[in-house]
């Protein structure tokens, strides 16, 4: 079984998928410097006179990933030597709004936002850049609200073109198929514009598109996806770009008794994800992923640079590999750690770091 890796790519050049890009193949932004280098491994200012205090301000969400997410930045955090205030405003604007003013006025040296709605979030990450704090953010469009805050990412166009081109070759052209996508987060948008070039270009006929986002989204999108199944019951595959999300696809699927004739496509990985997708005549056929502790980890790097004044770049991207249900099922992968042992290329080590920063493995 083949294992694709997605090629690190913008946040906007969703074009350049299909296209030529100029830099080196093995190069990433934020990246750590060849062994060799001149740079110090010496801590530099302000680390090297104790511990930074930052905040981490999230959205979240339902399911293992944003958890998953959150220890994999707390255990880079305090590698670093940050001192890390945690809010979760659990999918609510207002309170990410009021996370957000409190964190401002603590006195931290930088914000890590982790997920939500721009126009929520955009003139808040201004005031705080304006009051020097550095701000990073995982998955929320800002590059043209709040230039000067750093923003990170999934290769999302990379996650779904993988998924979706294993998709294609699973069921082929011109066939129907179903869509479940909230639609409401900044990397759900960016998987979109891929999922629409692939309906576009396979001929397939999208019978339904449904979607909610919730602090309950396998639960909510089951009964959405259960109910767009029973009048279209003749879709061949069901694209859903969120494992929560997938999980209630697969939930519908099988409710329905059509495991065996409707397959689900998701993105991103966790060890009930694995269950669901190696157990006995599940439809759940193949997920794009990066390791989400990993990723956590590296947006937590981004932020140390950020501070140390060692990072330039505004946008950091993480890629991710194509896990098939039958890789997992031929390498008897049961877990997560299973997985990280098979696929060496979801270590993000090297991706936003430095000599001075000590890349916490999972």
């Known amino acids: 079984m083949r294992i694709y890796r997605a090629s690190s790519v913008g946040l906007s050049t969703v074009l350049f998928l ?3 890009s100029k830099e ?3 190069e990433q932004p934020g990246s750590a410097p ?6 110090s491994a010496t801590k530099p200012a302000p680390f090297d006179k104790g511990p930074v205090k930052i905040a981490l301000v999230q959205y ?3 399911g293992d990933y944003f958890q998953l997410w959150t220890d994999g930045a707390q255990k880079q955090a305090d590698a670093i030597g940050f001192t890390m205030q945690h809010y979760d405003a659990q999918a609510q604007d207002a309170k990410q709004a009021a996370d957000m003013k409190t964190a401002i006025a603590s006195g931290v040296a930088g914000i890590i936002v ?9 003139p808040l990450i ?3 850049t304006d009051a020097g704090i550095a ?3 995982y998955d929320v469009k800002v590059a043209e609200c709040a230039p000067k805050a750093v923003e990170t ?6 996650l779904a073109t993988l998924v979706l081109t294993q998709m294609a070759k699973d069921i082929g052209d011109g066939v129907p198929v179903g869509y479940v996508n909230p639609m409401v987060i900044a990397p759900l948008e960016r998987r979109d514009v891929v999922w629409k070039q692939f309906v576009a270009q396979h001929k397939w006929s999208q019978k339904f598109s449904v979607g909610k986002f919730s602090h309950e989204v396998a639960k909510d999108n089951a009964k959405l996806a259960s109910a767009a199944l029973k009048k279209q019951p003749g879709v061949k595959a069901i694209f859903a770009p969120y494992d929560e999300v997938t999980k209630g696809a697969v939930t519908a699927i099988e409710e329905n008794k059509l495991g065996t004739k409707v397959a689900a496509y998701g993105i991103d990985i966790s060890n009930p994800d694995i269950e669901v997708m190696t157990r006995k005549d599940s439809p759940w056929k193949a997920t794009a992923t990066t390791d989400p502790s990993a990723i956590g980890a590296g947006v937590t790097r981004a932020m140390a640079l950020r501070i140390a004044g060692q990072l330039n770049e505004k946008q950091v991207v993480f890629p991710g590999v194509l896990v098939t249900q039958a890789f997992l099922l031929q390498e008897q992968i049961k877990n997560l750690d299973d997985l990280r042992a098979k696929l060496p290329d979801l270590n993000l080590t090297s991706t936003a770091s430095a000599p001075w920063i000590k890349s916490v493995t999972f």
Do not use: I, M, Y
Not at 34 to 39: C, I, R, T, V
């Open 18 to 20: 299909f296209g030529c």
């Open 24 to 26: 080196r193949p093995n």
């Open 34 to 39: 060849p062994a060799g280098s001149a740079e």
């Open 60 to 62: 979240s969400g339902a």
């Open 114 to 122: 982790d997920h939500g709605t721009s126009p929520t979030l955009c």
């Open 126 to 128: 201004n005031q705080a």
């Open 135 to 137: 701000v990073v953010v």
């Open 153 to 158: 990412a999934q290769n999302d166009v990379g």
